[in-house]
């Protein structure tokens, strides 16, 4: 509804002369949380669309400061400080701020594990009071990558999202989901990548609808045409115990499929 123009990310990096060295972060990034990243010149996710914890479970970006340390090469902490979630853009809602976590752990060469937590006070500024509402928000999130074999992966993600005064009765809001995506390269040019997946809204807070339970399954084949191009075709089925999709008459329905088609150049 406006022309506002908003970059993705724009931040600039130091690594302190710190032990190993201290990375460190400033200006807006995206979220460190979720196994589903923005498709950009540094990657993309194995299935073109992305699921509903993706849109609706998690930040999409912070504005702020992070920093990064390795500690060896199994074991990775990550702290943030940032204004607030996405929903208000690069300023903040409130005086109060978020923090973020991360924890990377490496055990083996085809094994890693993500520990992800983001938290912050979501009430609104008004009148005296620097904050209304003491509505802290959090969420928790966990990522597995798993190598099976040279041509057989696999990934976990599971996420629980919290925000007090925030239910359909004034109680504690929660949303949960998880996700399992599996990819097996048949050989140098195709492979097929199949993700199933659940999100929980039963307070309706992130989606709108009290009691909304959806899920679905997504099969994405993918040809790389040549070193620099891949193209994907995908078929995806969604499906609510609640009318929350509509059909070619404008009518509620409970399910949807979706065909799609996505072609990728890099360079």
Partial sequence: GDDDFDLQQAYVSWKAPIGKGLQLDFGKFITHVGAEVFEGYDGWNMNFSRT???GWGIPFTHTGLRAAYEFTDQLSVMGMIANNWEEAGVSDNNSDKTF???????????????????????????GAAPSVNSNFRNIYDVVVDIALTGQLSLQLNADLGTEQNAGATGNTAKWWGYAGIVRYDFNKWFSMNVRGAHFNDDDGFRLGAVGNKLWEITFTPEFRINQNMVVRFEYRHDQSNLGVFENSRGVGTSHQDTFAMNALIHF
């Fill in 52 to 54: 509903y914890m993706f």
């Fill in 100 to 126: 973020g976590l991360q924890v990377g752990y490496h055990p083996s060469e085809t094994i890693g594990v993500l520990l992800n937590w983001a938290g912050g006070n979501q009430g609104t500024i008004g």
